[in-house]
């Protein structure tokens, strides 16, 4: 088999385990901190309703489990803020977040061509509320600036493997975070990039969501040139007959629904203290910790829907949208699916954003006390 067609099916895999990762950060802080008797994060959209409902006895007050202490409240019958601080660094965030020097994470969205990008202006918002509303001591946005390029640079080492080795290799390990940027070099890595102190980290998934998709686009563009070449160069009279269509259905559907279910979830708070990465005996494939987040009802709904109507199995989303990209109505519904979720990215970074404010205070971390920013 050809490289070409190697790196074709990086492509799938990679942008199916990007409708994996969604799958479980769903369930993000709730599926960490639960207890036994906590109601489970639904896992479909036949049980949403049920959920909202086990969610009242718990509206506005803490609750403390063998997993840790989170803070639910219920914004009337439309959603639930939460908020969670895991057992196992409760103490040492608490600390953290009142006393240290934290760095923010930049912040990606999707554009209108479904496209992952740095989103600077949820980014510099989201330094200003952490800042001035919550009072967290955070480092200047320029380090988070930093941070941006420390990510782009990953992307690119990441794709130069895949398109220069094997394709099948370039994927081995990405469930146990091999492939991703949280392994086992990035203290090194991010303590190198950006010198000054910091001790904690507010991370987002749009990170890796970025790292994942444009990955996929850059390694799809080094496919199609090659697959040009192949045929241009080919003394084989049925290599003009090879098609693309395939990957175009792809591009013109599924891309579209991985798109909309992505964007609910990219925009989540987590913490986590930095000496977490120095100690770390594995690679991070998935860090979902302490942190905040607002899950609005009809949207997880719809949300559900479109995953299930893509596959049931996460490592087949994208094999299995292809099949299902046929015709101009499917196209059609999956790009409405997305401009419907495309204008809901401002609301959804603000709303995580309150369920923190609101968490935050509950849960006595002191950062509010005195509103403040290193300069």
């Known amino acids: ?36 008797d906590y109601p489970r994060y639904p896992t479909s959209s036949k049980n949403v309703e049920a959920y909202k409902q ?16 989170y803070y639910i409240e219920l914004a009337g019958d439309d959603g639930v803020y939460m908020t969670g601080l895991k057992t196992s660094d409760s103490e040492v965030l608490k600390s953290l977040l009142s006393t240290s020097v934290g ?32 009072g967290l001591k955070l480092l200047p946005l320029a380090e988070t600036h930093k941070y941006h390029e420390f990510v ?33 070099t990035y203290y090194d890595k991010i303590t190198t990039t950006i010198t000054k102190n910091f001790s904690y980290l507010v991370q987002n998934p749009g990170v890796r969501i970025y790292t994942v998709e444009t990955e996929s686009e850059m390694t799809k563009a080094i496919s199609k040139k090659r697959e040009r070449e192949f ?61 905040c987040r607002y899950t609005d009802f009809e949207q997880l709904k719809a949300q559900y829907e479109l995953q299930e109507s893509v596959s049931a199995v996460p490592y087949f989303s994208a094999i299995s949208a292809l099949s299902k990209a046929k015709g101009k109505e499917e196209q059609v519904n999956s790009r409405a699916s997305f401009n419907a979720a495309f204008d809901t990215q401002g609301q959804i970074r603000t709303d995580n954003q309150k369920a923190c404010l609101i968490g935050l205070k509950a849960l006595d971390v002191n950062g509010a006390i005195e509103s403040r920013r290193l300069n």
Not at 4 to 22: D, F, P
């Open 1 to 36: 088999m050809k490289r070409y067609q190697l790196v074709i099916w990086s492509v799938l895999a990679l942008s199916g385990c990007s409708t994996m990762a969604t799958n479980i950060l769903f369930a993000g802080i709730d599926r960490q901190l639960v207890g036994k």
């Open 54 to 69: 086990a969610l009242v006895p718990f509206d506005k007050s803490v609750t403390t489990d063998e997993k840790g202490s």
């Open 103 to 134: 760095l923010l994470e930049p912040l990606y969205k999707y554009g209108k061509s479904g496209a992952v990008q740095l989103n600077k202006y949820g980014t510099d918002k989201r330094h200003e509320y952490l800042t001035k509303n919550i």
């Open 152 to 184: 782009k640079n990953h992307v690119t080492t990441e794709v130069d493997r895949i398109t220069n080795g094997n394709g099948f290799s370039g994927l081995s390990g990405i469930g146990s975070g091999n492939r991703g940027i949280y392994n086992k």
């Open 231 to 291: 045929i241009a160069n080919s003394t084989d009279p049925r290599a003009k007959y090879r098609s693309t269509s395939e990957e175009s259905a792809f591009n013109k559907n599924a891309k579209f629904k991985v798109a909309a279910i992505n964007i609910s979830n990219m925009y989540d708070i987590y913490f986590v203290p930095l000496e977490f990465y120095k100690t770390a005996k594995r690679n991070i494939a998935y860090n979902l910790g302490s942190g």
